[in-house]
């Protein structure tokens, strides 16, 4: 299931400055040098793509819900009928030129940063006791549903924030460093600023998760289907 994740306390475009300090934006330096200028004229500008993808769903009707209670974790007054489950995955990519200029001991790269964000495929648990198609599969697959919209709808949301980050960070112009030290410096910040950053507002979504599986809603499942759904949790006693 997706996992949430703590928020960083500092924005990702910072971190570097904070905790490594090598890479230098063009505006560090009061005058543009001969070597900044042949940077941005030769290696070009700073490129972030980010691409979001959907697996698709499937539906498995095999185990129990007493199983898929447990597999949630749920307490033993509360049943768990369906159950939606995925991961969310982030891949970040980083490639782009560097220009070394010997007389400064400096140089200049243009980072090209990818980013794909998505999820494995969803599946959906159905309790066996339920049969495909019946009043009760169809109401408890409804609101499953509504978790998987939840997952999708997240993503785009997510990808406009990260978009916008990425775009203040890099500003479009070649970053700076001492030679031998812009690509590992990077891809530090990559791996582990902007990793946690981008699995942080992934896990904002189990916010919204939450919130539909709300005391209300599991109320209105268990009176559905002219009481079908309750007539399977508790069976009625035969007389001795």
Same mark, same amino acid.
């Given at each position: 299931m997706a996992a949430c994740c703590c928020v960083p306390t500092m924005s990702p475009w910072c971190v570097l400055f904070v905790a490594v300090g090598l890479l230098l934006a063009p505006g560090a330096w009061a005058a543009r040098t001969p070597f900044q200028i042949r940077c941005e004229d030769e290696i070009g500008k700073t490129v972030s793509l980010l691409t979001t993808q959907s697996g698709g769903y499937t539906v498995d009707t095999h185990l129990s819900y007493k199983t898929l209670t447990q597999m949630k974790g749920a307490g033993t007054s509360t049943y768990v009928l369906g159950l939606t489950q995925t991961e969310s995955r982030v891949e970040i990519g980083l490639g782009g030129l560097i220009l070394q200029d010997a007389a400064s001991s400096y140089e200049c790269m243009a980072p090209r940063v990818t980013v794909? %964000?998505?999820?494995?495929?969803?599946?959906?648990?159905? @309790?066996?006791?339920? /049969?495909? @198609?019946?009043?009760?599969?169809? /109401?408890? %697959?409804?609101?499953?549903?509504?978790? %998987?919209? /939840?997952?999708?709808d997240h993503l785009p949301i997510v990808a406009s924030r990260v978009r916008v980050a990425l775009a203040k960070r890099f500003q479009a112009k070649p970053l700076y460093a001492f030679s031998g030290t812009a690509r590992a410096a990077l891809e530090s910040e990559l791996d582990d600023a902007w990793m946690a950053y981008i699995k942080a507002e992934m896990g904002k979504v189990e916010l919204q998760q939450a919130a539909i599986d709300s005391p209300e809603e599991y109320a209105r499942l268990g009176k559905c289907c002219h009481g079908e759904i309750l007539s399977i949790l508790a069976p009625p006693r035969r007389n001795r």
């Open positions: 794909n %964000l998505f999820y494995v495929p969803v599946v959906i648990y159905i @309790g066996s006791e339920f /049969a495909p @198609g019946s009043c009760p599969y169809q /109401a408890i %697959l409804k609101h499953e549903l509504r978790h %998987l919209k /939840a997952y999708m």
